[in-house]
């Protein structure tokens, strides 16, 4: 297989899955601070899915820091295809949780223009924000080990 940036066990790869923990961490962060939160139906899906983000990139984390660490190659097959088919997964789950999560926002308080409650919309805004963030970067990291599984 090819070793190219993002793949794991490199430096860009650790990068790649810490900074998908921070966005998602961020937008929990974001969200969970508000008091109305759980009252919308999307927006408890959003926590769920950055819940399960966090777990994924967290644990995958890990693993790239270990293969720095003792210079192991991740490129067996077999690793490779359960990393595709979790990226996938988080991906998909990730970008329906903030599109569901966007379209409510812009609903509620543009549309309908009932945001009354100021600084609530501007973190439910900067949670939707982190959310798209931590799904580019799965989504990269996502088509990297897909073309890692199709080059090997």
């Not at 210079?71 to 789950?93: E, M, P, Q």
């Not at 949670?127 to 931590?134: E, Q």
Request: hydrophobic share 55%; charged share 10%; net charge positive.
């Amino acid at each position: 297989m090819k070793d190219f940036a993002g793949t794991p066990g490199t430096i860009t790869g650790l990068v790649l899955r810490v900074s998908q923990c921070l966005f998602a961490a961020g937008s929990i962060a974001s969200m969970a601070t508000t008091k109305n939160f759980f009252s919308i139906t999307a927006f408890c899906y959003l926590i769920a899915s950055m819940g399960l983000q966090i777990i994924w990139c967290s644990g995958l984390a890990f693993l790239d820091a270990y293969a720095l660490a003792k210079k192991k190659v991740l490129h067996n097959h077999v690793l490779v295809s359960l990393f595709v088919v979790g990226d996938w997964v988080t991906a998909t789950l990730s970008l329906a949780a903030a599109s569901a999560s966007a379209g409510v926002t812009m609903l509620y308080f543009a549309d309908v223009a009932s945001c009354r409650l100021g600084q609530e919309c501007l973190k439910y805004q900067i949670s939707v924000a982190f959310a798209f963030l931590s799904w580019i970067t799965i989504a990269l990291s996502s088509l990297i080990m897909f073309w890692l599984l199709a080059a090997g």
